[in-house]
């Protein structure tokens, strides 16, 4: 699975996951620790839409971690102080990258989650829409 | 005269940040960080939105040390931010991304995808509600309980909130704004490099959307009222939450499916018409539209159409009125900075005072003077 879709999955679904899977892999394989969980800042870019423009937002607060699986380097990233969750993705990043063969048994359990976070989407966006206006026309 | 170097107030200083502890504390109750982001939404997102830093957590902090003082919660966040490297800049965020969960257009009634309210005080009447007082937690778990098992009825299909075309599209397609294309110049940035004027583009909006909610809404109001008479209309304004995504950091070229992640961010976004009377080659004068532009950290929706309308100003940059002078606009809207100038009054002046002083004393000299013994001698 793609690294946009899996981070996506990993972030906004059930944080158990990202940890079941990195413990999965710190139980069989080394994990060299090249950068620890630290905090630091991501500038926003954005482009407006009066001129389509580009200008920088603001900053979003990050907790951020390096790893190197089998000399293959891995990043995890995330907004706010997450480092736990930061460690555990860099690692299930860094298995991805370096090919290991557990990370073929990942995708079942990355689509069921991003199925349920689906479902949870669907149901935020009916309440949502709850609050859609329905114009009637007024009789003079 | 020469300068004097003195010193002490040091326990004096001791014991007044003391004093300002025991006034958090004197009720002998403790406000959670919990408790401030879980019910203080709007004043976590004006502080991010004045901090330039999203992070709805530090925020509550800072409101907590700042005991709900934004000024000081602004100054607090933009501190601390100094403390911290910048580690990436993100992919370039499009706001047609954004997972919408209010939406509301004045200029149109139908529009693409409906006009959808959201959450929002203005619907509400601005009566206090006294059953506030007694509040619990669990009445709270219970509500939001019966909320979340009501039935919605609405069918989601047709319904793609995160994919919701926006209005000005439809005058876009009318030939009515003139069409433009993507203008891919990187951005300045004024946290790097002083401001100089005349500023570019994205200088102008990254003040403006950092600049402190009551300066932009006063300015955008001035504007409004009477100094420039504008009357726009609210083109489209959105709230919503749009995905960060930051770039393949391991060489591996820049495939949008090496992104990474990181969460989300909720905005503002505010898009505002203006009628602009153009004359044409052959002289004939014709109405067009032209486009003010505001965005800004959480639900702050004054500020972002305020934004708008001072992005227009500042855009035409005539007219003759302050709130179309940039240097005016954008040098005083910083909170930090116009709070710490006018704060800064309450430093001693001693020796300038007593300068002044002297001056008045020499030109009553003879006049009969009363006091003049009197006068403070640091």
Known sequence: MVRKRRTEILINGSKEIAGRLAEEIAGKYEVAAIEEPGNGLVMVKVRETAKRSLFYLGEVFISECKVMINRCVGVGMVKG?????????????????????????????????????????????????KTKVNFETMDA | ??????????????????????????????????????????????????????????????????????????????????????????????????????????????????????????????????????????????????????????????????????????????????????NDREPDDVTKESVQFPTSRSQRLQILTGGQTGAVTSLGYAALRSFGALHPTVGELRVGNLPIYVGSL?????????????????????????????????????????????????????????????????ESGDAGYPVYDEEFVLLHINSVESTGFISHLKLPHYVTFRSELDSVRKTRKGKGTVGEDEGERP
């Open chain 1, 81 to 129: 102080h997450e480092p736990e969750l930061a460690y555990h993705l860099a690692v299930v990043d860094a298995a991805y990258n370096a090919d290991l063969a557990e990370t073929k048994a990942w995708t079942e359990v990355l689509l069921l989650e991003e199925e349920r976070i689906g479902r949870q989407r669907e149901a935020l966006k009916s309440k949502i829409l």
């Open chain 2, 1 to 182: 005269m020469g300068y004097v170097a003195v010193k002490g107030g040091t326990l004096a200083i001791e014991e007044s940040i003391k004093r300002l502890k025991y006034e958090r504390l004197k009720k002998g109750t403790v406000l959670e960080c919990a408790r401030i982001e879980g019910g203080m939404r709007a004043l976590i997102d004006q502080v991010m939105s004045e901090g330039s830093l999203y992070s709805e957590t530090l925020a509550a902090i800072a409101i907590k040390q700042a005991e709900g003082s934004p000024e000081e919660a602004v100054f607090l966040l933009k501190a601390y931010r100094s403390t911290l490297p910048r580690k990436h800049y993100s992919c370039t965020v499009e706001s047609t991304d954004m997972f919408v969960e209010r939406r509301i257009s004045a200029s149109f009634k139908n529009i693409p995808g409906g006009q959808i309210l959201g959450a929002a005080h203005d619907y509400t009447l601005r009566l206090i509600d006294f059953a506030l007082q007694d509040e619990t937690d669990e009445g709270a778990v219970r509500w939001l309980n019966r909320f979340e098992s009501e039935k919605s009825g609405i069918d989601v299909q047709g319904a793609d909130l995160d994919n919701l075309p926006k209005v000005l599209d439809v005058l876009r397609n009318e030939g009515l704004l003139l069409p433009c294309g993507d």
């Open chain 2, 250 to 314: 391991l060489g591996e070229g820049q495939a949008e499916e090496d992104y990474y992640y990181i969460g989300d961010i909720k905005v503002t976004e505010a898009e505002t018409i203006f009628p602009v009377t153009v004359q044409k080659e052959n002289g004939r004068k014709e109405i067009e539209f032209g486009i003010g532009y505001g965005m800004c950290y959480g639900q702050n929706e004054t500020k972002a159409i305020a934004m708008s309308i001072l992005d227009r100003c500042l």
